[in-house]
């Protein structure tokens, strides 16, 4: 199983980024995938998660209304839209399946 993360960078408050997360070393289409995060100082916090399909998605609070999680089954990918960020979305984000994690992608909002 691999997974590998990418799109972070720096960005505005109030701005916009697109994390992918490329998978391989398994049948993607198959599998619940996650995006998870951590800030300085903090633990890891779950932030979205997506059925195999793609039809059912669901997010933490702090990031509802805002982050959307989708997939793209036939190119064994899964993104994360992030819009109207904020400083305290400042984090290394991870992509999950099961219990291997890619090695995160840094996002930092700031002005």
């Known amino acids: 199983v691999q997974l590998v993360e990418s799109g972070g960078g720096l960005v505005q408050p109030g701005g916009s980024l697109r994390l992918s997360c490329a998978a391989s070393g398994f049948t993607f289409s198959n599998y619940e995938m996650y995006w998870y995060r951590q800030a300085p100082g903090k633990e890891r916090e779950w932030v979205a998660f997506?059925?195999?399909?793609?039809?059912?998605?669901n997010y933490a609070d702090s990031v509802k209304g805002r982050f959307t999680i989708s997939r793209d089954n036939a190119k064994n990918t899964v993104y994360l839209q992030m819009n109207s960020l904020k400083p305290e979305d400042t984090a290394v984000y991870y992509c999950r399946r099961g219990d291997s994690w890619g090695q995160g992608t840094q996002v930092t909002v700031s002005s």
């Open positions: 997506i059925s195999s399909a793609g039809h059912i998605t």
